[in-house]
């Protein structure tokens, strides 16, 4: 939860986005979720990094954040290192 207004939240996501390199997949303003192709590491395997943002009251939202990997059940690791770099570079 941020103390923020979610379209501010919103822009400051696909900054985040653009830092890390992450091409935007997927923008639904409606359903206020963003969708990216993210990568991490050895083998750029691409995984799929969703986050949605929830209005919660006057100039609140919530943030919802996943990560899923595209090419095997298991990821080892790799999606919460996905939203721990993610949460490393997002600011407000």
Sequence with gaps: MVSVDCETTARKVYLTFYY???????SDSTANSIEARASWGIGRRVNDFLVRLTPSGKDVCMIDLRSASRHAR????????LIDKFMDRFTL
């Design 20 to 26: 890390l390199g992450w091409s935007r997949s997927f």
């Design 74 to 81: 298991r990821d080892l690791g790799v999606n919460l290192l």
